[in-house]
Structure formats: structure tokens, C-alpha cells
Nanobody, 120 residues
Framework: QVQLVESGGGLVQPGGSLRLSCAAS????????MSWYRQAPGKERDLVAA????????NYADSMKGRFTISRDNAKKTVYLQMNSLKPEDTGVYYC?????????????WGQGTQVTVSS
């Protein structure tokens, strides 16, 4: 059974930091691109950051560059999102995503999300 379990969300003041974790099970973790998405209230779910299976390449949304860092530990089957210099507009539900495309088929899994609220 595939599972992605996010943790680490919470309430933080502007300028603060949080570290999100996503623990994976039920699939070959190292073969999947792992991503974090954010869904702000009343808005669509948008990509925050992504990392390749080996961890050798990362990609960030422009507004997160320099503030957020995505990383992964394939031995622990966990992906992380270190968020620094948080702003109120970073508020939302953060979702973990696993994606692999093979032979024309797309295999995608989502976690249940973790709430991040940035407010004074």
C-alpha cells in the first residue's frame, strides 16, 4: 500500500523557519521524482519544489528560490522541505507528491497534506 505521510507543519511568525518531512512507503522511492506543492486558501495547488530520484537535480518556483530547500534521503525514504524567511503568503496546505513516468504511463501519489500558517 502506497503511503506518503507529511509532517512538520504548524504556526510560525513571519521570518521564521519550518522543516517539512514526507515519509514514503509502498513503492520504490529512489525511482520517483519527489515534489512539494502548496495550496493556498481559495487557490489552485502549485508546485513549490521538486527533486530527482538521485537528488542530483532540483527545481523551485521563483518565489521560493533562495528561501526553500528540498532534499531527500533515499535510505530513509523521506523527502524534506526546509523553509526559511517565511512570509504570510507562504500560508497553505503543503502536499508531498511522488511521480514516475514509465513506458508512457504516469504513476503519481499524493500525501494528505500538512498545514503551514505564517502569521504574527
Amino acid at each position: 500500500q502506497v503511503q506518503l505521510v507529511e509532517s512538520g507543519g504548524g504556526l510560525v511568525q513571519p521570518g521564521g523557519s519550518l522543516r517539512l518531512s514526507c515519509a514514503a512507503s509502498g513503492f520504490t522511492f529512489s525511482r520517483y521524482v519527489m515534489s512539494w506543492y502548496r495550496q493556498a486558501p481559495g487557490k489552485e495547488r502549485d508546485l513549490v519544489a521538486a527533486i530527482t530520484g538521485t537528488g542530483g537535480s532540483t527545481n523551485y518556483a521563483d518565489s521560493m528560490k533562495g528561501r526553500f530547500t528540498i532534499s531527500r534521503d533515499n535510505a530513509k525514504k523521506t523527502v524534506y522541505l526546509q523553509m526559511n524567511s517565511l512570509k504570510p503568503e507562504d500560508t497553505g496546505v503543503y502536499y508531498c507528491n511522488a511521480l514516475r513516468v514509465q513506458s508512457g504511463y504516469e504513476y503519481a501519489y499524493w500525501g494528505q497534506g500538512t498545514q503551514v500558517t505564517v502569521s504574527s
